[in-house]
């Protein structure tokens, strides 16, 4: 009888040690644990919000020297890299039928001189054609005063003198007209000789070949670049910038550039020009910032990555911007206390690169707030504060 007492006291006893085991796991490591959390506090100190992005290395001033008619390249004087200075030939062109084109100039001026010379020809012609009906006119007047000839014949004598008149007027028109048909000429003659001058393409810049389309013997078309020409003082950076961190930047700001091809170092620019239009399509905004001083190795197409300093503090108080959440469309963070949370909502200003958040309002400055938690809070949720969660292997 106390055998079969003391084997279920042990059974009761192991029962409960059983419940109470499971008990504690379920406590302590199952659903209704509490949740691992990490926290911080608000810190006060310097803060800088600053954006990244980005962009190519491109030239801001950048000349495609090409004919302005149809050509034949003759000679290419310059290749890619070369140096070249303002009014230097980099190129010369033969235009296609420019000699013929010079000829026909040259003959039409002749032909329209003859013009004149002929007009002026009719014109003394027709001054001498009035002046003797003119004066045969009065005359007929006179006699027919005196009854010599009958009023119709000296009506048709004044009727020939004012015909006569009308073609002096006539001969004065084709005069002028054909004057203006020369000077026409003479214009289109001039032009023709232009295009000749520009058959020799010239750098208009101090500045380097950035590149070199052709080669003699190519027959290229009115407008086609041969060569292009930059100005390398005027290289910067095509950068684009998500619209989301755009709104702060302004012409002036200080800027780090990078370059992928020497992303050892950072050079030194300024923000230069904000583009008024957009990508609307890939939501960013372009901005262009200048080098302080362009590094020597570089080349247009270089990609790079800018950060842009939009706004400096001297003293702000911050959180980790991990620990900013946002519930029931409020900003806010879990505030732990008595190891249970709470969600605060508080204001929030700048963020910089480097993960810190500024609380412009709820926050004091002993408040623990949450950063990282291994599974979703919610209010009044317990908590159990560590210095690191591990996240198990899938």
Aim: charge should be positive; charged fraction near 25%; proline fraction near 4%.
């Amino acid at each position: 009888m106390n055998a079969k007492l003391g084997r279920k006291t042990a059974l009761i006893a192991a029962g409960l040690g059983i419940a109470v085991l499971l008990g504690w796991l379920v406590m302590s490591q199952g659903p209704l644990a509490p949740a691992k959390v990490t926290v911080a506090v608000p810190q006060q100190g310097p803060l800088v919000a600053s954006t990244f992005g980005i962009g190519t290395v491109e030239a801001r001033r950048g000349y495609a020297l090409g004919p302005t008619v149809p050509s034949r390249v003759l000679r290419v004087l310059v290749d890619q890299g070369d140096a070249v200075k303002a009014g230097q030939v980099v190129a010369e062109l033969d235009p296609v039928d420019l000699a013929d084109r010079v000829i026909a100039g040259k003959l039409a001026v002749d032909r329209a001189a003859s013009t004149i010379r002929a007009a002026e020809a009719q014109l003394a012609e027709a001054r001498s054609r009035s002046h003797t009906a003119t004066s045969t006119a009065r005359r007929y007047t006179e006699l027919r005063a005196q009854g010599f000839f009958s009023q119709e014949a000296a009506e048709a004598k004044t009727h020939e003198a004012n015909a006569a008149k009308a073609g002096v007027d006539a001969a004065v028109a084709q005069v002028a007209a054909a004057r203006h048909d020369h000077e026409r000429a003479q214009a289109d003659a001039a032009g023709i000789g232009k295009l000749r001058t520009q058959a020799r393409l010239v750098s208009p810049v101090d500045g380097v070949v950035s590149a070199r389309w052709v080669e003699p013997g190519t027959t290229v078309v009115a407008g086609q670049a041969v060569v292009q020409v930059i100005d390398p003082a005027t290289l910067w950076v095509r950068a684009r910038i998500d619209q989301a961190q755009a709104g702060g930047i302004r012409v002036g700001q200080p800027a780090e550039i990078v370059l992928r091809s020497d992303a050892n170092r950072a050079y030194r620019g300024e923000v230069q020009r904000v583009d008024l239009v957009s990508d609307a399509v890939a939501e960013e905004r372009i901005v262009n910032l200048g080098f302080a001083a362009p590094p020597q190795a570089i080349s247009i197409g270089d990609l790079v990555e800018v950060t842009i300093r939009t706004a400096e503090l001297a003293s702000a108080r911050t959180v980790p911007a991990a620990a900013v959440k946002r519930l029931d469309r409020k900003d806010g963070v879990w505030r732990v206390n008595a190891g249970r949370v709470t969600f605060q909502p508080v204001k929030i200003g700048m963020t910089s690169l480097d993960g810190r958040s500024q609380v412009l309002e709820g926050l004091d400055a002993g408040d623990e707030v949450v950063v990282h938690s291994e599974r979703e809070l919610r209010p009044d949720a317990r908590v159990k504060v560590v210095s690191a969660i591990v996240r198990s292997a899938p």
